[in-house]
Nanobody
Framework: QVQLVESGGGLVQAGGSLRLSCVAS????????MAWYRQAPGKQREYVAR???????NYADSVKGRFTISGDNAKNTGYLQMNNLKPEDTAIYYC??????????????WGQGTQVTVSS
């Protein structure tokens, strides 16, 4: 069984920064890719960024140039560095990952989310 746990959320003023972490634990063979999504109150969950095992990254237009996704394979951990935060970035941030284990060739897992609140 694989678990993803996010941390690093909090309250920050507009223009500030936060770094989210997503730690994967369990019988992991390889993390194929990891992504961040967010869900604001009353809105659908939306894509934020993705990191592929090749090192390639992709970002939603709304965060491009402000957010950076990265990972540490040795620690099975992904990060989302968020700079120049805006009130519209306020949301619960979720990570997901496609993880290969000894039991499967790749399954999608989600974390429980971490709250990010940006005050104006």
């Amino acid at each position: 069984q694989v678990q993803l746990v996010e941390s690093g959320g909090g309250l920050v003023q507009a223009g500030g920064s936060l770094r989210l972490s997503c730690v994967a634990s369990g019988t992991i063979y390889r993390i194929r890719n990891m992504a961040w999504y967010r869900q604001a109150p009353g809105k659908q969950r939306e894509y934020v960024a993705r990191l592929i095992s090749t090192g390639d990254t992709n970002y939603a237009d709304s965060v491009k140039g402000r957010f950076t996704i990265s990972g540490d394979n040795a620690k099975n951990t992904g990060y989302l560095q968020m700079n120049n935060l805006k009130p519209e970035d306020t949301a619960i941030y979720y990570c997901n990952a496609v993880v290969e284990t000894v039991l499967n060739t790749g399954a999608l897992y989600w974390g429980q989310g971490t709250q990010v609140t940006v005050s104006s």
